[in-house]
């Protein structure tokens, strides 16, 4: 794989960190408590999404099959995004 192709990877992993705030600025968000989920869940999906793309940057250039690179990419996305839905509050 490219270094180029790489970084776009491990750029793009570590910038899912900072769905939360997206998705906050437009889907309405409930009340009260919701401002220390947001303090916890920003932060773990930044630290989250930084450690993949290091493993993507770092990791994945040594696997010799193209097809197990591609799947784990694809689980390190598909993890943080259903982590974000997951854990964002909802109205």
Do not use: D, E, Q
């Given at each position: 794989m490219k270094k180029?192709?790489?970084r776009v990877h491990a750029f793009s992993l570590f910038s899912c960190g900072f769905?939360?705030?997206?998705?906050?600025?437009?889907?309405?968000v409930q009340?009260?408590?919701?401002?220390?989920?947001?303090?916890?869940?920003?932060?773990f999906f930044i630290i989250v999404g930084g450690i993949f793309g290091i493993i993507s940057f770092?990791?994945?250039?040594?696997?010799k099959r193209k097809n197990i690179r591609i799947l784990l990419l694809l689980y390190f996305y598909l993890s943080l995004l259903i982590g974000t839905i997951l854990m964002f509050p909802f109205k």
């Open positions: 180029s192709i790489r769905l939360t705030l997206l998705m906050s600025k437009t889907i309405p009340g009260g408590g919701v401002s220390l989920i947001f303090v916890l869940t920003i932060p770092y990791g994945l250039k040594n696997r």
